[in-house]
Structures are given as structure tokens and as C-alpha cells.
């Protein structure tokens, strides 16, 4: 096994990437929803209403999720609570298929809401725990990669299966239809994730936490060398509380008994991930697209598409991250999404009176609607995608991570949340150019914001950055 004088980077990579998987699980838990909406209202005979619920309640679940998982993980460990995610989802994987009615599968679909929200702030702590701090963010952005990824394949998958048996609600194999073998297919990643977890080690820092020292010597030890080992657990040792485990109150300072600041910022720059837009474009791009000429059966090809412009841009980030810096990469993101959202709500407002019931695009305006959604996307995947996890992952001081992270992902969810349920009245009151100008608005929002209260992480130790935070 290749070791440098200071890293096992094989092992540290080996242990990234297992830890990632909960990413890729998140990304095609979300994304294997897309192609089953039509089948599932014909399935269970539910109403426009009910239907929504169907896929929007997945979310709630996830902000769930987010909240208990990062005060479990602080009580139990990271290593235990991600085995208890990577077994909800396999539960909700295979519930997801069997369900005949709206409600049992509402309930399959809350408990895998429950394992993406936990896995969406766990993956990324753990990895940023093991993690050298040169290549932090590049390893953390695995997550992120995976996310993109489980995404890609969930479409992919949708698309082959709905076209070999003919439509998502066709029968396929064994007397089963299409939407139930799209969500079977997680199945498989599921188990691999299950597994695999069996055989990393826990967190090193959450074993200080506990007073397992020499238990987190010997890990770190396997990933670094016995000297720095040692090293680094003394200065762990240092920003973590000695007399009791964490709790979700230590988010507050002792004196003021307010909130510290450091939270607010992780639960702004986790909102403003789903503020900027991403959601509106993902979950209602089928407008664009049919505007612009698309058929209506090319809908499950597109998405396929666009997941690839989202993995090529997010492996950059990986680059960049760490060379260029967390801070820069936001500025731009923030910016850029901005603009690319901007010119698609001014084409939408120019193409038509009534943005809801249909848009007439033809030639160049067409091609610059899809151009600037591309755009968008490559945005996002460049910067704020990858890096708002990077950061939720390292930010935080080690004596209130997990409570931190609890609070940051709820807030990212609710926002999703929210925006999923929104968006279809702003459209139906406003118009689709409208609507997309206003999370156009978010994104220099968003520039402001990190501008302002976003402090650089690059380079630094989780203990430098801990003590920044006393």
C-alpha cells in the first residue's frame, strides 16, 4: 500500500470514498423520484395534490433526518449512526416498490427521507475528520461527486427500464412494473454502502470526544504515522469538551446563552444552496426543454444529460477546491448562477404572456434558454454544489460539530422543502420569467453574504479552525 512520509493517502481515499456512498444513495434517492410521478398517480388513483405529496414528502423527512442524525452521531458516533441511515434506506428502497397506496408509501419514502438528510451531514463530517487538511476539501468534494452521480444513475436507470418495458407504469419482470423496479435498483448501492461501513473505523475525533484516546491513536495511525498520530490527538484534545459527550445546547455560547455566529452562518450558506435556484431548475426543467422543441418523451433522455454536465463540472470543483479556496469559489457561484437564472427569467418573460400554460421559443432564443440553464447547472456544480458541503463539513468547532451540522442540514432541507412547494404558486400567480427572477435575486444574495460573513478554511486543521471559532 503506497504511503508518503505523512499520509496513507490509499486508506484515506478508500475510507472517503466509502463514506461518499451515503452521497450517491442521497443523489438517486432523490433522483429516482423524477420518473416514477405519472406512474405512481395511476397506480395509487391519487389527486394532483396527493401526487405532490407523494415526492415532496421525502423532504420533510430529510430535515428529520439532518436534525437527529448529527446529535445521534455525537451520542453514538458517526460509524454507527450511518450503519442505521444505510439500513433505512434498503427498508425504503424496497418498501418504496411494494406500496399500494399513497399512504404506506409516504411512509417508505419519510424513512428514506430520513437516511439521505442523515447521510447528506454525516458523509461529509466524517470524510473532513479523516481528512489531511491540503486535500480536505478535494476529499470532501467526493460527496458531492457521489450526489451527482447517484443522480445520473437514477435517471439513467429510469430511462433504460421505462424504455424496455415500454412506460414507467408497463409491466417489466416477474409481473412487476416499471416504477417499482426503478426504485429496487437501490437496492444494490444500499447494501455495498451497508457493508462497506461495517469495515471502516470510526472517527477519531468523536472517539477523543468519548476519552478513547488510544483508540483514536491507533486509527489515526493507520492513516497518517504514530507521531503525528499522537500529535494530533493532543491538539483534539484541546477543542473538545473532556467532562460530557456534545449536545445540541452547546451551540450556544455560555455567557450570552445565544446562538453562536458560526451556526448562523452554516445555516445561511445552507439555505442559500437551495435558494439559488437549483431546485426550481431540476424539478421544472421539463418546461424549458418542452419550449425550446423537446418532445415530451426526450424528458428522462435530458435529465440523463444534464446529470453529466453536472458530474464533468463537479470533478473540476474537485480541483479547484483546494487550490483555489472555498470563499472564491462561492463569490463566483453565487454571481454566476445569478446571471445564467436571470437571463432565463427575462427569455421566459419575453417568449410569453402566460409563462404557466405555455411559452413559444424558436432559433437563437431557444438555444440561448437551454445554454443559460446549462450554464446554470455548470455554476452550481462548480461551487456552490460541492462547496457548501466542503465547508459544512470543516466550519464547525469540534466541540459542537454534530449539534452544528443538526441544525445547518434541518435548514437545508426545510429550504428545499420549501421551495418545492412554493415555486408551483409563484408560477401559477407570477409567470415562469418572474419566478425564476426572483431566485435570480438569491443568488447576489448569496454573493453578499459570503462576502460578508464567510471566513476562508483552506489549508487549516479542523483544531485551527476550532479555535478560531472560541
Same mark, same amino acid.
Given at each position: 500500500?503506497?504511503?508518503?512520509?505523512?499520509?496513507?493517502?490509499?486508506?484515506?481515499?478508500?475510507?472517503?470514498?466509502?463514506? *461518499?456512498?451515503?452521497?450517491?444513495?442521497?443523489?438517486?434517492?432523490?433522483?429516482?423520484?423524477?420518473?416514477?410521478?405519472?406512474?405512481?398517480?395511476?397506480?395509487?388513483?391519487?389527486?394532483?395534490?396527493?401526487?405532490?405529496?407523494?415526492? =415532496?414528502?421525502?423532504? #420533510?423527512?430529510?430535515?428529520? +433526518?439532518?436534525?437527529?442524525?448529527?446529535?445521534?452521531?455525537?451520542?453514538?458516533?458517526?460509524?454507527?449512526?450511518?450503519?442505521?441511515?444505510?439500513?433505512?434506506?434498503?427498508?425504503?428502497?424496497?418498501?418504496?416498490?411494494?406500496?399500494?397506496?399513497?399512504?404506506?408509501?409516504?411512509?417508505?419514502?419519510?424513512?428514506? +427521507?430520513? *437516511?439521505?438528510?442523515?447521510?447528506? !451531514?454525516?458523509?461529509?463530517?466524517?470524510?473532513? @475528520?479523516?481528512?489531511?487538511?491540503?486535500?480536505?476539501?478535494?476529499?470532501?468534494?467526493?460527496?458531492?461527486?457521489?450526489?451527482?452521480?447517484?443522480?445520473?444513475?437514477?435517471?439513467?436507470?429510469?430511462?433504460?427500464?421505462?424504455?424496455?418495458?415500454?412506460?414507467?407504469?408497463?409491466?417489466?419482470?416477474?409481473?412487476?412494473? *416499471?416504477?417499482?423496479?426503478?426504485?429496487?435498483?437501490?437496492?444494490?448501492?444500499?447494501?455495498?454502502?451497508?457493508?462497506?461501513?461495517?469495515?471502516?473505523?470510526?472517527?477519531?475525533?468523536?472517539?477523543?470526544?468519548?476519552?478513547?484516546? %488510544?483508540?483514536?491513536?491507533?486509527?489515526?495511525?493507520?492513516?497518517?504515522?504514530?507521531?503525528?498520530?499522537?500529535?494530533?490527538? *493532543?491538539? !483534539?484534545?484541546?477543542?473538545?469538551?473532556?467532562?460530557?459527550?456534545? &449536545?445540541?445546547?452547546?451551540?450556544? &455560547?455560555?455567557?450570552?446563552?445565544?446562538?453562536?455566529?458560526?451556526?448562523? /452562518?452554516?445555516?445561511?450558506?445552507?439555505?442559500?444552496?437551495?435558494?439559488?435556484?437549483?431546485?426550481? /431548475?431540476?424539478?421544472?426543467?421539463?418546461?424549458?426543454?418542452? =419550449?425550446?422543441?423537446?418532445?415530451?418523451?426526450?424528458?428522462?433522455?435530458?435529465?440523463?444529460?444534464?446529470?453529466?454536465?453536472?458530474?464533468?463540472?463537479? !470533478?473540476?470543483?474537485?480541483?479547484?477546491?483546494?487550490?483555489?479556496?472555498?470563499?472564491?469559489?462561492?463569490? $463566483?457561484?453565487?454571481?454566476?448562477?445569478?446571471?445564467?437564472?436571470?437571463?432565463?427569467?427575462? $427569455?421566459?418573460?419575453?417568449?410569453?404572456?402566460?409563462?404557466?400554460?405555455? $411559452? %413559444?421559443?424558436?432559433?437563437?432564443? +431557444?438555444?440561448?434558454?437551454?445554454?443559460?440553464?446549462?450554464?446554470?447547472?455548470?455554476?452550481?456544480?462548480?461551487?456552490?454544489?460541492?462547496?457548501?458541503?466542503?465547508?459544512?463539513?470543516?466550519?464547525?468547532?469540534?466541540?459542537? &460539530?454534530?449539534?452544528? #451540522?443538526?441544525?445547518?442540514?434541518?435548514?437545508?432541507? #426545510?429550504?428545499?422543502?420549501?421551495?418545492?412547494?412554493?415555486?408551483? /404558486?409563484?408560477?401559477? &400567480?407570477?409567470?415562469?420569467?418572474?419566478?425564476?427572477?426572483?431566485?435570480?435575486?438569491?443568488?447576489?444574495?448569496?454573493?453578499?453574504?459570503?462576502?460578508?460573513?464567510?471566513?476562508?478554511?483552506?489549508?487549516?486543521?479542523?483544531? @485551527?479552525?476550532? #479555535?478560531?471559532?472560541?
Amino acid at each position: 500500500m503506497h504511503r508518503t512520509k505523512e499520509n496513507n493517502l490509499s486508506r484515506i481515499v478508500m475510507l472517503s470514498t466509502i463514506a *461518499a456512498l451515503g452521497g450517491f444513495l442521497f443523489g438517486f434517492d432523490s433522483g429516482v423520484i423524477n420518473g416514477t410521478v405519472d406512474a405512481l398517480q395511476t397506480a395509487f388513483h391519487s389527486d394532483a395534490i396527493g401526487t405532490g405529496f407523494n415526492v =415532496a414528502s421525502v423532504l #420533510l423527512g430529510c430535515a428529520i +433526518g439532518a436534525f437527529f442524525a448529527g446529535m445521534l452521531a455525537d451520542k453514538f458516533g458517526r460509524k454507527a449512526t450511518l450503519i442505521g441511515a444505510a439500513i433505512a434506506f434498503i427498508i425504503s428502497a424496497w418498501g418504496s416498490g411494494i406500496s399500494s397506496s399513497s399512504s404506506e408509501f409516504i411512509v417508505y419514502r419519510l424513512l428514506g +427521507g430520513l *437516511a439521505v438528510g442523515a447521510a447528506s !451531514i454525516l458523509s461529509p463530517a466524517y470524510i473532513g @475528520e479523516i481528512a489531511p487538511p491540503k486535500i480536505r476539501g478535494r476529499l470532501i468534494s467526493l460527496q458531492q461527486l457521489a450526489i451527482v452521480l447517484g443522480l445520473f444513475f437514477a435517471f439513467f436507470s429510469n430511462y433504460n427500464l421505462a424504455t424496455v418495458a415500454g412506460g414507467t407504469s408497463a409491466k417489466l419482470w416477474w409481473g412487476y412494473d *416499471a416504477w417499482q423496479w426503478m426504485f429496487w435498483v437501490e437496492l444494490l448501492p444500499a447494501f455495498v454502502f451497508f457493508v462497506s461501513l461495517l469495515f471502516i473505523p470510526e472517527s477519531p475525533r468523536y472517539l477523543v470526544a468519548v476519552h478513547k484516546t %488510544e483508540k483514536a491513536t491507533q486509527i489515526l495511525a493507520g492513516i497518517t504515522n504514530l507521531e503525528n498520530a499522537k500529535k494530533q490527538v *493532543a491538539e !483534539i484534545r484541546k477543542t473538545v469538551l473532556q467532562e460530557r459527550k456534545p &449536545r445540541l445546547s452547546d451551540i450556544l &455560547r455560555q455567557k450570552t446563552k445565544k446562538i453562536h455566529p458560526i451556526v448562523w /452562518v452554516g445555516v445561511g450558506l445552507a439555505a442559500l444552496q437551495t435558494f439559488t435556484g437549483i431546485d426550481v /431548475v431540476f424539478y421544472y426543467g421539463a418546461v424549458l426543454w418542452q =419550449a425550446a422543441g423537446f418532445t415530451e418523451g426526450d424528458a428522462l433522455l435530458t435529465n440523463v444529460i444534464i446529470g453529466g454536465v453536472n458530474i464533468g463540472f463537479t !470533478i473540476l470543483a474537485m480541483f479547484l477546491v483546494d487550490r483555489v479556496g472555498r470563499k472564491p469559489l462561492l463569490l $463566483i457561484g453565487g454571481l454566476g448562477q445569478a446571471v445564467m437564472l436571470g437571463l432565463m427569467a427575462v $427569455i421566459f418573460q419575453l417568449s410569453a404572456d402566460d409563462a404557466v400554460e405555455g $411559452i %413559444e421559443m424558436s432559433g437563437t432564443i +431557444g438555444l440561448m434558454a437551454l445554454f443559460a440553464a446549462i450554464g446554470f447547472i455548470a455554476f452550481f456544480a462548480l461551487t456552490w454544489g460541492p462547496v457548501m458541503w466542503v465547508m459544512l463539513g470543516e466550519m464547525f468547532p469540534n466541540k459542537f &460539530r454534530g449539534a452544528a #451540522l443538526a441544525v445547518a442540514g434541518m435548514a437545508n432541507w #426545510l429550504a428545499n422543502f420549501l421551495v418545492t412547494i412554493t415555486f408551483p /404558486v409563484i408560477l401559477a &400567480r407570477f409567470g415562469l420569467g418572474v419566478s425564476y427572477g426572483i431566485y435570480a435575486v438569491f443568488g447576489v444574495v448569496a454573493f453578499v453574504f459570503v462576502y460578508r460573513y464567510v471566513h476562508e478554511t483552506k489549508g487549516k486543521t479542523l483544531e @485551527e479552525l476550532s #479555535l478560531e471559532q472560541e
